[in-house]
């Protein structure tokens, strides 16, 4: 029993020790206490690390050993002191901090002058007991319209230093003028008021003018201004708008829109338009749109002349005899003179109804063509009344040429111009030619006979009821031959064959044809020129009013091709000289034809055919 206690007691005293010899060793630690005589606040940095109590300070287990404490703090100079810090001790370290300032008194003439020390505002002068850092440093007083006084100082720790600094007065005169009056006036961005200002201090140097004004771009001026010197300035804002000025011809007040909206009938002055493109367009009844785009130009002028073309045209008939009734389409203008006032297009025009000297005449037709703003003024002579021409041959057949145009083959009924025509009948190789005079409103009938041209008869009758037309094979009976001999009404007929149709007659009328087309195109391609041209001029006043690129291309383009038309009109006088004389020569050159008219020569006549002419002096076949 006693041999297993002291075991256990051993084995308990075993245990104890080895416990105490595996705690760690206590750390060596100690206390700094920090002070500075007469001063507080200052900071503590232990071995190069700032403490974060300041003095008087406290620093807390701090490891044994040798320290290096420095203390600083602003106007002091840095000190420094080495410490032994033991276990569980407190050591106290008393550092006196030296003073590192001086003291300032700063004054300027004129006073409230701003005093800056090396760049910062320090206060206004003066300054009493201005607490400086020891050393170099820059002094400066800054007062408005002065020059700012600058001086150069070096202070020593405890000195007490008074100086007084006179800026120098460094004014000029400024004088702003704006147009229109009341423009805001800003300098350096502060303002000076509504222009114009006059004489107004400034101080010298480099500055900033600007002039802003509503509805106008501003205006903005650097400049430099010495001390003493005098600067004047008149500044004219540019408007952000135009004007426009507009007026219509060659009605006056027609309704204006700019863009789409109205503004009244022109003319019409706009003072405020907006600077940039605008459509502008004149609505007047009876005329067609005028539409133009105008730019605007800021503090510019525009004036736009709206040359207005009629959308009707019109028309003035006189006709020959006077009196006529005028119809165009139909409709009824009453008789002539007349003068309508009609929609551009075409028109069929007929002039008739009337009398010349107890005789009825016919109807005279054209087409005729108006053009918008154009006065189409027109002559119209009235012919006489048609006579109707009934012509047969024998034998049946035979090809019939009235005035050298075929009309078919025999029997034909036409409807001819009162006077006198060219007959012909052609049937092989056999043809006979003649003349007749249709009378008006009356029936002519004609019996030719190829075979044997004596036995042909042309009926001009006074009576319609006389004239007959003959059959084949039959002939006139006595009675009727008496009849007809005796009012003078039935003629014979007798020729030789006409002479065959000349090569050389047809290039002629060819060539004569080609001379009439070039002539016709030369003095088309002249008028469109000197039209062509009058546009031109307009062009070019135009673009002396608006120098735009847009009136300048126009009238560039117009110019060319008023050249060409000159041009291409004078290639066609020559092609038209040339061609008409190569036609005379083929006329005159041609041999005579043989054509012989076999009667007594009564009286003057010509047959130009197409197979050959004549020209005699005869008054029946």
Same mark, same amino acid.
């Given at each position: 029993?006693?041999?297993?206690?002291?075991?256990?007691?051993?084995?308990?005293?075993?245990?104890?020790?080895?416990?105490?010899?595996?705690?760690?060793?206590?750390?060596?630690?100690?206390?700094?206490?920090?002070?500075?005589?007469?001063?507080?606040? *200052?900071?503590?940095?232990?071995?190069?690390?700032?403490?974060?109590?300041?003095?008087?300070?406290?620093?807390?287990?701090?490891?044994?050993?040798?320290?290096?404490?420095?203390?600083?703090?602003?106007?002091?100079?840095?000190?420094?002191?080495?410490?032994?810090?033991?276990?569980?001790?407190?050591?106290?370290?008393?550092?006196?901090?030296?003073?590192?300032?001086?003291?300032?008194?700063?004054?300027?003439?004129?006073?409230?002058?701003? @005093?800056?020390?090396?760049?910062?505002?320090?206060?206004?002068?003066?300054?009493?007991?201005?607490?400086?850092?020891?050393?170099?440093? /820059?002094?400066?007083?800054?007062?408005?319209?002065?020059?700012?006084?600058?001086? =150069?100082?070096?202070?020593?720790?405890?000195?007490?230093?008074?100086?007084? $600094?006179?800026?120098? $007065?460094?004014?000029?005169?400024?004088?702003?003028?704006? =147009?229109?009056?009341? +423009?805001?006036?800003?300098?350096?961005?502060?303002?000076?008021?509504?222009?114009?200002?006059?004489?107004?201090?400034?101080?010298?140097?480099?500055?900033?003018?600007?002039?802003?004004?509503?509805?106008?771009?501003? @205006?903005?001026?650097?400049?430099? %201004?010495?001390?003493?010197? *005098?600067?004047?300035? #008149?500044?004219?804002?540019?408007?952000?708008?135009?004007?426009?000025? !507009?007026?219509?011809?060659?009605?006056?007040?027609?309704?204006?829109?700019?863009?789409?909206?109205?503004?009244?009938?022109?003319?019409?002055?706009?003072?405020?338009?907006?600077?940039?493109?605008?459509?502008?367009?004149?609505?007047?009844?009876?005329?067609?749109?005028?539409?133009?785009?105008?730019?605007?130009?800021?503090?510019?002028?525009?004036?736009? +002349? *709206?040359?207005?073309?009629?959308?009707?045209?019109?028309?003035?008939?006189?006709?020959?005899?006077?009196?006529?009734?005028?119809?165009?389409?139909?409709?009824?203008?009453?008789?002539?003179?007349?003068?309508?006032?009609?929609?551009?297009?075409?028109?069929?025009?007929?002039?008739?109804?009337?009398?010349?000297?107890?005789?009825? !005449?016919?109807? +005279?037709?054209?087409?005729?063509?108006?053009?918008?703003?154009?006065?189409?003024?027109?002559?119209?002579? /009235?012919?006489?009344?048609?006579?109707?021409?009934?012509?047969?041959?024998?034998?049946?057949?035979? =090809?019939?040429?009235?005035?050298?145009?075929?009309?078919?083959?025999?029997?034909?009924? !036409?409807?001819?111009?009162?006077?006198?025509? *060219?007959?012909?009948?052609?049937?092989?190789?056999?043809?006979?030619?003649?003349?007749?005079?249709?009378?008006?409103?009356?029936?002519?009938?004609?019996?030719?006979?190829?075979?044997?041209?004596?036995?042909?008869?042309?009926?001009?009758?006074?009576?319609?009821? %006389?004239?007959?037309?003959?059959?084949?094979?039959?002939?006139?009976?006595?009675?009727?031959?008496?009849? $007809?001999?005796?009012?003078?009404?039935? &003629?014979?007929?007798?020729?030789?064959?006409?002479?065959?149709?000349?090569?050389?007659?047809?290039?002629?009328? @060819?060539?004569?044809?080609?001379?009439?087309?070039?002539?016709?195109?030369? /003095?088309?391609?002249?008028?469109?020129?000197?039209? &062509?041209?009058?546009?031109?001029?307009?062009?070019?006043?135009?673009?002396?009013?608006?120098?735009?690129?847009?009136?300048?291309?126009?009238?560039?383009?117009?110019?060319?091709?008023?050249? #060409?038309?000159?041009?291409?009109?004078?290639?066609?006088?020559?092609?038209?000289?040339?061609?008409?004389?190569?036609?005379?020569? !083929?006329?005159?050159?041609?041999?005579?034809?043989?054509?012989? $008219?076999?009667?007594? +020569?009564?009286?003057?006549?010509?047959?130009?055919?197409?197979?050959?002419?004549?020209?005699?002096?005869?008054?029946?076949?």
């Amino acid at each position: 029993m006693r041999s297993c206690c002291l075991i256990f007691a051993l084995a308990l005293l075993a245990g104890q020790a080895r416990g105490q010899a595996a705690k760690p060793a206590p750390r060596c630690t100690g206390w700094i206490q920090v002070e500075t005589p007469g001063v507080e606040g *200052a900071s503590v940095i232990l071995d190069g690390k700032q403490v974060p109590e300041t003095t008087p300070a406290t620093i807390k287990d701090v490891p044994c050993g040798r320290h290096a404490i420095r203390v600083e703090k602003r106007l002091y100079k840095r000190a420094r002191q080495r410490v032994r810090v033991k276990l569980g001790e407190v050591s106290t370290v008393r550092i006196r901090l030296v003073e590192d300032f001086g003291f300032l008194t700063v004054r300027s003439v004129p006073p409230e002058a701003v @005093i800056k020390l090396d760049g910062q505002v320090a206060g206004k002068s003066p300054l009493e007991g201005l607490v400086v850092p020891a050393g170099r440093h /820059v002094l400066a007083a800054e007062l408005p319209h002065h020059s700012p006084a600058r001086e =150069r100082i070096r202070i020593r720790p405890g000195q007490r230093k008074d100086l007084t $600094l006179r800026p120098r $007065l460094n004014v000029a005169l400024l004088d702003v003028t704006t =147009r229109p009056a009341g +423009a805001e006036v800003l300098l350096d961005g502060k303002k000076l008021g509504p222009g114009p200002i006059e004489k107004t201090r400034i101080a010298a140097g480099r500055h900033s003018l600007r002039v802003e004004l509503g509805d106008h771009d501003p @205006i903005e001026r650097r400049f430099r %201004i010495r001390r003493g010197q *005098a600067l004047s300035f #008149d500044l004219v804002p540019e408007p952000l708008f135009g004007r426009l000025e !507009l007026h219509s011809e060659p009605e006056p007040h027609c309704p204006v829109l700019l863009d789409g909206d109205p503004l009244g009938p022109a003319p019409l002055v706009l003072e405020r338009v907006p600077v940039g493109e605008h459509e502008l367009r004149v609505e007047c009844p009876r005329f067609a749109v005028f539409q133009r785009r105008v730019r605007i130009q800021a503090g510019k002028s525009v004036r736009v +002349a *709206a040359k207005l073309t009629p959308r009707t045209a019109r028309l003035s008939v006189w006709t020959e005899p006077p009196d006529c009734f005028v119809w165009v389409d139909g409709w009824d203008l009453g008789p002539a003179p007349v003068s309508v006032e009609m929609e551009p297009g075409r028109y069929e025009l007929r002039a008739g109804a009337c009398e010349r000297q107890g005789e009825e !005449l016919g109807f +005279a037709a054209t087409r005729i063509r108006l053009e918008p703003g154009k006065h189409l003024e027109m002559d119209v002579e /009235v012919p006489r009344k048609p006579g109707r021409l009934l012509i047969k041959t024998e034998p049946p057949g035979a =090809r019939v040429l009235v005035d050298g145009r075929k009309r078919g083959k025999a029997p034909v009924d !036409l409807e001819l111009p009162a006077g006198a025509h *060219a007959i012909e009948a052609r049937q092989g190789k056999k043809s006979l030619l003649g003349r007749i005079e249709l009378r008006s409103g009356q029936v002519s009938k004609v019996g030719l006979d190829l075979d044997r041209p004596g036995r042909s008869v042309f009926i001009e009758p006074t009576e319609p009821e %006389i004239a007959s037309l003959l059959e084949p094979g039959e002939k006139l009976r006595g009675s009727d031959q008496d009849r $007809l001999d005796g009012n003078g009404a039935v &003629t014979d007929v007798s020729a030789r064959a006409a002479a065959p149709m000349s090569t050389r007659r047809v290039f002629a009328w @060819i060539s004569a044809s080609a001379a009439g087309a070039s002539a016709a195109a030369a /003095v088309g391609c002249l008028v469109a020129g000197a039209v &062509t041209e009058s546009d031109a001029n307009e062009a070019y006043s135009e673009y002396l009013q608006n120098q735009t690129t847009e009136n300048r291309l126009r009238y560039e383009d117009l110019d060319r091709k008023s050249s #060409d038309l000159y041009l291409a009109g004078w290639i066609m006088v020559g092609a038209a000289a040339g061609v008409g004389a190569l036609s005379v020569y !083929l006329f005159l050159s041609e041999p005579e034809p043989e054509v012989d $008219l076999s009667g007594p +020569a009564e009286g003057p006549r010509a047959a130009p055919l197409p197979g050959g002419g004549w020209i005699g002096y005869q008054g029946r076949f």
